[in-house]
C-alpha cells in the first residue's frame, strides 16, 4: 500500500457528499472575502497615492469632518449583509452536512485511543483497528468516542473533523462518492504520538465492502506448524491476553490494545507506521516502544525466536 501517493493533505480532494458541500461553501467564501480584499486594497492605495502630502504643502490643515450618517450607515449594512448571507449559509451546509440522527444505529463507532484507532461495525459484530473500511455511494452514520483523552478524527477528503470526547460520543455522516484509499490523521493533541495516530479509511463496493465483512466476521484459522504453535502459546501466556482480542480464543478477550482477530489482513501496524510483515512485527512486538516511545504496550522482553514466533503465529490470522 503506497500511503505516500494517496490523497492525503488536500482539502479540494472531494471524496465525499459532505466534503462536496463543504469545498463549495469554502469557494464561496474564498470568493467573497478575496472581492473585499481587493476592494480593500485598492482603496487603500488609491488614498495613499492620492492624498499624500504635495511638494508644495504650506502646513495648513486639511478640511475637518467628523461624522456622517450615510457613510455609517452604508459601512455598517455591507459587511453586516455579508456575515449574515455566511452565516445563513453556513448553517444551510452544517445542516445538510449532518442532518439529525433520529433513532438510526451507527453504521461504524470510532474510538480514539493513545495512539491508535479502533472500528467497530456493530451491525456486524466486526471489530478492527487502524484500517476504516466503507462501502461507496452509502450515507455511514459514523459514531465517534474516545477511551482515553480528547482526539479529532479526520479523513482529509472527507472533509469533516469530530472530536473524539471521553464520556461523550459525538456523530458524523460520511457518504463516499469515490472509491479508493484516504488518509487522514488525528486532529487535536493527544500526547506524545498524537503525530502518529494516522488514518486509513477505504472506500470500496458494496460487493467488496460485504465480502470484507465476511471474512473479517469468519473465524480466524491460525496455522497450525511449530512456530505458529509456539507462538500461540506465548501469546496466551504472556501478558499479551491482558490487552489484546482473538476471537474464539479462549483466553485473549481483552479490549484495551487493538483487536488482532484478522491483523494478518491489516496493511499496516502500529496505526499506518510499518508496512505490515512478519519482520516488522516481530520487532514491534519485541520494543514497540522503539517506534512509539511512550505508548502502553510494553517491552516485553522476549528473545528474536519468542517475538518472531508470536509475529508467525498473528500473521496467520487471516
Ligand atoms: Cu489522538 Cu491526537
Redesign the pocket.
Known sequence: MDLKNAAFTNIFNIASAQNKTLVDLHWFTLVICAAIGFVVAGLLITVIAKFRTPENDDGTEPKQTSGNVRLEIIWTSIPLLIVTVLGVLTAVVMITVNPPVGTKKPDVIVV?H??WWEYQYPKFAVTTANELFLPVGQNSLIEVRSADVV??FWVVAFGQKMDAIPGHPTNMWIHPTKKGLFLGT?????GAQ?GL?RIIAKVVSQEEFDAWIKAQSAMPAASDDAAAAHGKELFNSATCVQCHRIAGDAVAQARIGPDLTHIAQRKTLGAGLLENTTDNLAKWIQNPQQFKPGMYMPNMRLTDKEAHDVAVYLESLK
Open positions: 480514539g493513545q495512539w482526539h479529532a488525528c486532529s487535536e493533541y493527544c498524537h495516530m
